[in-house]
């Protein structure tokens, strides 16, 4: 193939393939490869070495001042070493939803909080948890029951959290709680960083229907938070729960179009493996149906060019998601389209799994028939919490049809 890219691209490019060559885990991308279980502690080890190497040579950790631990590198050096990560595929970072922490801190949190937290997130040593949604309180999140409330220079939180995502790896967790029993809502609640090792809290795991315990609940009693662990000021944690909320929604789309918070492989991957088409393209041409391969089949490869189209749009759309957000302008209404368009298509893509392996989509993981150890059933089971979590789709349909087409409020 006769490339047109520079020679100091392609030294960059070749660069970076021998230094996976060197560093990704034995026999990794062979089927001899024996991955970690999901989200045990070897598989955290595993994120976490892996996150530092790749933050030591300089892959991740990008569009972040340098104070703060970000790595600076010109654009094109960051699309190519994307692009060369994303083709191996690799280990995905350690940080859980800390490059939501990230965001939030760079438009609410103080120089110091900056400076303690953002370096071990973005590359990728410490593992972050979310506490927002309660077992009253998810639709509807000013509703918040847990409290705060204030011990001289600490906070006594007692409550409970639910539907929390990767709960066993947490090491630091923000959360959301009422601080002003008194205040009207939406002033009344402040938002937290909290160390999941201390005192007061503890947490167990909720199991759905894949069968694996992927969310938990959260129990804090009587545990003590520094004062100086609150982000934004008191009583207007609401509005920084919000900048939270648009960056969890512009999603792995923020992460894989910039790669910003240095959490751009585990970005890349979900582009990959939960929005992408290799593994679809790979179960089509490999599956026939009356003698020819799904992949023959014209309309079912439209449907698949339909969503890689999809990807493409996204991906450059969440590269300027990226910077309205850091440029603290989003209104949030441009996340929430980001959010329903991968959702509703990851759904849709389970489905197209389901279509083509027919009926072995009965056969789940831990059956020697499934098909391809059930990794298609799982994503297609995954899928359908996905248009739940970080505000369901009926809810983001809400604020589109009234932030963005200006139709009236419903009751
Ligand atoms: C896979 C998954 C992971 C999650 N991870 C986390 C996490 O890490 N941290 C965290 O804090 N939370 C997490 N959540 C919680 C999530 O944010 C809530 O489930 C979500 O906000 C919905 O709240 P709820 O479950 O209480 O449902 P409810 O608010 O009770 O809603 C029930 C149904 O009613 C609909 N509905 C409610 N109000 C309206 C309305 N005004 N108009 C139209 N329809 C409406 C909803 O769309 C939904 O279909 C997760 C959820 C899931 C499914």
């Known amino acids: 193939m006769v490339s047109n890219e520079s020679a100091e691209a392609e030294a960059l490019r070749e660069e970076v393939r021998a230094w996976l060559v060197e560093n990704l885990p034995e026999k990794w991308g062979t089927p001899e490869y024996v991955a970690p279980e999901l989200r045990s502690e070897e598989a955290r080890e595993l994120n976490r070495s892996f996150s530092k190497k790749l933050y030591d040579a300089g892959y991740i950790g990008f569009g972040l001042p340098k104070e703060y631990g970000g790595?600076?590198?010109?654009?094109?050096?960051?699309?190519?070493?994307?692009?060369?990560?994303?083709?191996?595929?690799?280990?995905?970072?350690?940080?859980?939803?800390g490059r939501l922490v990230v965001e939030t801190l760079m438009q609410w949190g103080t120089e110091e909080q900056k400076k303690k937290y953002i370096p071990g997130i973005i590359s990728g040593q410490v593992n972050w948890i979310e506490g927002f949604s309660e077992p009253n309180a998810g639709s509807d999140l000013a509703n918040v029951q847990t409290t705060a409330v204030r011990d001289g220079d600490e906070w006594i939180i007692n409550g409970q959290k639910c539907w929390t995502s990767g709960w066993q790896g947490g090491e630091w967790g923000f959360l959301l709680c009422r601080t002003d029993l008194n205040a009207p809502r939406h002033r009344n609640l402040s938002f937290f960083l909290f160390d999941c090792s201390k005192p007061g809290f503890s947490r167990g795991p909720l199991r759905q229907m894949t069968g694996d315990a992927q969310y938990g609940e959260l129990f804090f009693d009587d545990m003590r938070v520094p004062h100086e662990n609150m982000v934004g000021e008191e009583g207007r944690g609401w509005y920084v729960a919000m900048t939270t909320l648009i960056a969890e929604r512009g999603g792995g789309q923020v992460a894989a179009g910039s790669g910003e918070t240095g959490s751009g492989t585990r970005g890349m991957q979900m582009v990959r493996s939960i929005g992408g088409v290799d593994n679809l393209i790979e179960l089509a041409k490999k599956t026939k149906r009356y003698g020819k391969s799904f992949w023959d089949d014209n309309n079912f490869k439209h449907r698949i060019a339909q969503i890689a189209i999809e990807n493409e749009a996204r991906r450059v759309y969440g590269?300027?998601?990226?910077?309205?957000?850091?440029?603290?302008?989003?209104?949030?209404?441009?996340?929430?389209?980001?959010?329903?368009?991968?959702?509703?298509?990851?759904?849709?893509?389970?489905?197209?799994?389901?279509?083509?392996?027919?009926?072995?989509?009965?056969?789940?993981?831990?059956?020697?028939?499934?098909?391809?150890?059930?990794?298609?059933?799982?994503?297609?089971?995954?899928?359908?919490?996905?248009?739940?979590?970080?505000?369901?789709?009926?809810?983001?349909?809400?604020?589109?049809?009234?932030?963005?087409?200006?139709?009236?409020?419903?009751?």
Do not use: F
């Open 319 to 411: 590269i300027r998601l990226g910077s309205i957000i850091r440029s603290g302008k989003a209104s949030g209404n441009e996340a929430v389209m980001t959010k329903m368009s991968s959702t509703e298509q990851g759904k849709r893509r389970g489905d197209m799994l389901m279509e083509i392996i027919g009926a072995y989509s009965q056969l789940m993981r831990g059956d020697e028939r499934a098909v391809d150890e059930g990794s298609h059933v799982q994503s297609m089971l995954g899928s359908r919490g996905t248009t739940i979590y970080m505000g369901s789709n009926e809810i983001c349909r809400n604020i589109l049809s009234e932030r963005v087409l200006g139709l009236p409020r419903g009751n």
């Open 71 to 97: 790595v600076e590198r010109p654009a094109w050096e960051r699309a190519i070493i994307r692009e060369e990560l994303a083709r191996r595929g690799t280990p995905p970072t350690n940080a859980g939803l």
